[in-house]
């Protein structure tokens, strides 16, 4: 069993639709990140969380330490969202561990 | 300057050749570490450099090893390169070790054959 494990390994879409990405992990951990991967490689970090929640513009991410969850929403989503999104765990401060990534599709 | 640049972006190698791959940190951030990414798969941690010293590596080999210079650039050197070494090289820096700010280079994606 991975570290970290996210869920659904896949999502298509439509337009406009709320989408939920799920990450469990069975570590423990000092922060957790939420990336956002497009095609060619580049990574964007799109959220670090060690508590409760955050919000950047559309994008929502969770997490209940006490469950070893969080979760990634996006609301009214939009084709140029589609991309791998990775939860990793910080494990002190060298080293991130990652999930396998969801690949979002949202179509038009 | 901002951000991260990684080169090459693409390159070719044979079995048992050597290949340095280059990273330029973003200026100010003192801390730079490796991943490798294989084809649908999570970034593995390599290791990570904090000024100019290894400050903690994952599970490759020696012949996978690491430089960090004063001027916020780095490099990954893999000798005896093997099929499965074949992936993509991310670097991210940050200005210090664990600090919230993390910024990723676009990888260099590396073919043996």
């Known amino acids: 069993k991975n570290e970290v494990e996210q869920s659904p390994q896949n999502l298509t879409a439509q337009e406009g639709e709320f989408i939920t990405i799920n990450c469990s992990y069975s570590?423990?951990?000092?922060?957790l990140h939420w990336l956002q991967q497009h095609p060619g490689g580049g990574i964007v970090s799109l959220f670090m969380?060690?508590?409760g929640k955050k919000k950047h513009g559309r994008l929502i991410a969770t997490i209940n330490i006490q469950e070893k969850h969080s979760s990634l929403h996006i609301t009214a989503s939009h084709p140029r969202d589609s991309a791998v999104y990775i939860c990793?765990?910080?494990?002190?401060?060298?080293?991130?561990?990652f999930g396998q990534g969801t690949r979002l599709t949202i179509n038009p | 300057e901002t951000g991260v640049t990684q080169s090459p972006t693409h390159l070719i190698k044979t079995r048992g050749q050597q290949v340095t791959l280059r990273c330029s940190s973003q200026?100010?951030?003192?801390?730079v570490s490796w991943y490798q990414q294989a084809l649908g798969q999570g970034p593995q941690f390599i290791f990570q450099?904090?000024?100019?010293?290894?400050?903690g590596r994952g599970n490759f080999p020696p012949r996978f090893s690491g430089l960090q210079f004063p001027n916020y650039s780095s490099e990954l050197n893999v000798n005896a390169l093997e099929l499965d070494d074949s992936a993509l090289y991310l670097c991210?820096?940050?200005?210090?070790?664990?600090?919230?700010?993390?910024?990723f280079g676009a990888g260099s994606r590396l073919t043996v054959l």
């Open positions: 991210a820096s940050s200005p210090a070790p664990g600090a919230n700010v993390l910024t």
């Open positions: 570590v423990g951990i000092s922060a």
């Open positions: 969380l060690s508590s």
């Open positions: 990793a765990v910080s494990q002190g401060a060298q080293k991130l561990v």
């Open positions: 200026s100010g951030h003192n801390t």
């Open positions: 450099y904090y000024r100019e010293e290894e400050n």
